[in-house]
């Protein structure tokens, strides 16, 4: 037993402590984030920045959360309206004439194959719209073949001057609007992850086509020549190795656990602030299961007398998918809006109820709650019905 854990090879754990000093120092040069100063309360969002942007600001790419805000600040433009259906999320077109962002305008594309006027961003001057095709079972697409809704028949559909009448705020249920039309009103069920995932993808492309390098620059070329050389190092070694196959278990275990790793990234860096029971099993289980157990068979069975060099590049692939997420930088204008945000979310935390009462009439605090919710789940502050679709939404499906 005690030769299953000996480590005659110890030597070549150099290689991961070499690529460690590699990306330390491309981090200090080009990676760190600047840091932001005393934070003071804002009492707005920053201009021109949506809650879907405000969350790919914050966090570098679109995920179940992104997918909650941009639906929620849907809802309190009186566009659609929200209601909680077993489990699931009965989503309604209540109007279809307002300007809407490329990410507001990609998910009502998705959901209801309707094209809407989409209004550039500020930042970037661009409106280009991502699309991504979601699967034919999907409720979505099923729901608008039967009932034959077109782009222009929804586009045409419902043009009052009305709009959501109120949003139930914390802790309560759905956002309450004019009754639907039939053939407007789809239900997303966090379930189907084809589905979700068909939106995400949607809002990612709408953010990558729009915005990349305005807000951060995400510097993928170190972390390009680190997988390279883990690569390149992995295979010569495999092939002074006294083992069968083992360039090609080499490979696959290079392979395998290096998009194990990028999936466990995005579980461990995308979760509502309430993350579900689902969701803490998933952050032990997944690591465990899809780097640790592959990682395991290699050690103790198929390289046994090369622990060293196992363990040298299991290290080398985190450090990989670790890199690969810290590397990240903003821009002078990303840390801009990253100030501002924080400045808001200080607003969201702080903010007492008397006050409020005293300034604003019912009807103001109403039309407050309604515009600020969306951004309170986009970072992370409200909990209530909002925090829990954005956690149903990131069990289905963790993109970035």
Same mark, same amino acid.
């Given at each position: 037993?005690?030769?299953?854990?000996?480590?005659?090879?110890?030597?070549?754990?150099?290689?991961?402590?070499?690529? &460690?000093?590699?990306?330390?120092?491309?981090? &200090?040069?080009?990676?760190?984030?600047?840091?932001?100063?005393?934070?003071?309360?804002?009492?707005?969002?920053?201009?021109?920045?949506?809650?879907?942007?405000?969350?790919?600001? &914050?966090?570098?790419?679109?995920?179940?959360?992104?997918?909650?805000?941009?639906?929620?600040?849907?809802?309190?433009?009186?566009?659609?309206?929200?209601?909680?259906?077993?489990?699931?999320?009965?989503? +309604?077109?209540?109007?279809?004439?307002? #300007?809407?962002?490329?990410?507001?305008?990609?998910?009502?594309?998705?959901?209801?194959?309707?094209?809407?006027?989409?209004?550039?961003?500020?930042?970037?001057?661009?409106? #280009?719209?991502?699309?991504?095709?979601?699967?034919?079972?999907?409720?979505?697409?099923?729901?608008?073949?039967?009932?034959?809704?077109?782009?222009?028949?929804?586009?045409?559909?419902?043009?009052?001057?009305?709009?959501? +009448?109120?949003?139930?705020?914390?802790?309560?249920?759905?956002?309450?609007? =004019? +009754?639907?039309?039939?053939?407007?009103?789809?239900?997303?069920?966090?379930?189907?992850?084809?589905?979700?995932?068909?939106?995400?993808?949607?809002?990612?492309?709408?953010?990558?086509?729009?915005?990349?390098?305005?807000?951060?620059?995400?510097?993928?070329?170190?972390?390009?020549?680190?997988?390279?050389?883990?690569?390149?190092?992995?295979?010569?070694?495999?092939? @002074?190795?006294?083992?069968?196959?083992?360039?090609?278990?080499?490979?696959?275990?290079?392979?395998?656990?290096?998009?194990?790793?990028?999936?466990?990234?995005?579980?461990?860096?995308?979760?509502?602030?309430?993350?579900?029971?689902?969701?803490?099993?998933?952050?032990?289980?997944?690591?465990?299961?899809?780097?640790?157990?592959?990682?395991?068979?290699?050690?103790?069975?198929?390289?046994?007398?090369?622990?060293?060099?196992?363990?040298?590049?299991?290290?080398?692939?985190?450090?990989?998918? #670790?890199?690969?997420?810290?590397?990240?930088?903003? @821009?002078?204008?990303?840390?801009? #809006?990253?100030?501002?945000?924080?400045?808001?979310?200080?607003?969201?935390? =702080?903010?007492?109820?008397?006050?409020?009462?005293?300034?604003?009439?019912?009807?103001?605090?109403?039309?407050?709650?309604?515009?600020?919710?969306?951004?309170?789940?986009?970072?992370?502050?409200?909990?209530?019905?909002?925090?829990?679709?954005?956690?149903?939404?990131?069990?289905?499906?963790?993109?970035?």
């Amino acid at each position: 037993m005690a030769n299953l854990f000996a480590i005659t090879d110890f030597y070549r754990l150099a290689f991961p402590g070499l690529l &460690l000093l590699f990306y330390v120092a491309c981090w &200090l040069a080009v990676g760190r984030d600047p840091r932001i100063g005393n934070v003071a309360p804002r009492y707005e969002p920053p201009a021109g920045i949506s809650p879907g942007v405000a969350r790919y600001v &914050l966090t570098g790419g679109s995920d179940g959360t992104t997918l909650a805000a941009v639906l929620a600040g849907l809802a309190a433009k009186g566009v659609v309206a929200i209601q909680p259906q077993a489990g699931s999320y009965a989503v +309604s077109l209540l109007n279809s004439s307002p #300007i809407l962002l490329p990410d507001e305008a990609s998910i009502i594309e998705t959901l209801f194959n309707a094209v809407s006027t989409v209004q550039p961003y500020a930042d970037s001057k661009t409106a #280009i719209v991502g699309a991504a095709s979601l699967p034919a079972s999907s409720p979505q697409a099923s729901d608008s073949q039967a009932s034959n809704i077109s782009r222009s028949s929804v586009a045409a559909s419902i043009r009052g001057n009305g709009g959501l +009448s109120e949003m139930v705020g914390a802790g309560s249920g759905a956002a309450v609007g =004019r +009754s639907p039309l039939p053939e407007s009103r789809v239900v997303i069920d966090p379930l189907s992850g084809p589905t979700i995932k068909g939106h995400i993808d949607a809002l990612q492309e709408t953010y990558s086509k729009n915005l990349q390098g305005v807000y951060f620059r995400q510097n993928f070329r170190y972390a390009g020549i680190g997988m390279a050389a883990t690569l390149a190092w992995a295979l010569f070694t495999a092939a @002074t190795l006294d083992a069968s196959s083992s360039m090609f278990i080499t490979f696959w275990l290079f392979m395998f656990t290096s998009i194990a790793s990028m999936v466990i990234g995005g579980i461990w860096t995308s979760k509502p602030t309430h993350p579900s029971a689902k969701q803490r099993v998933a952050r032990v289980l997944v690591p465990v299961l899809f780097f640790g157990l592959p990682g395991a068979v290699i050690y103790f069975a198929a390289l046994p007398r090369s622990h060293g060099f196992v363990l040298a590049l299991l290290l080398s692939v985190v450090l990989n998918s #670790i890199f690969f997420v810290i590397m990240r930088a903003p @821009t002078p204008r990303g840390l801009l #809006i990253l100030q501002q945000l924080a400045g808001f979310r200080e607003f969201l935390l =702080r903010v007492e109820q008397d006050p409020l009462d005293r300034v604003n009439t019912p009807e103001q605090r109403a039309e407050l709650m309604n515009r600020f919710l969306p951004y309170a789940i986009a970072l992370n502050v409200r909990e209530g019905w909002g925090d829990k679709m954005a956690s149903a939404f990131s069990d289905a499906i963790v993109e970035r």
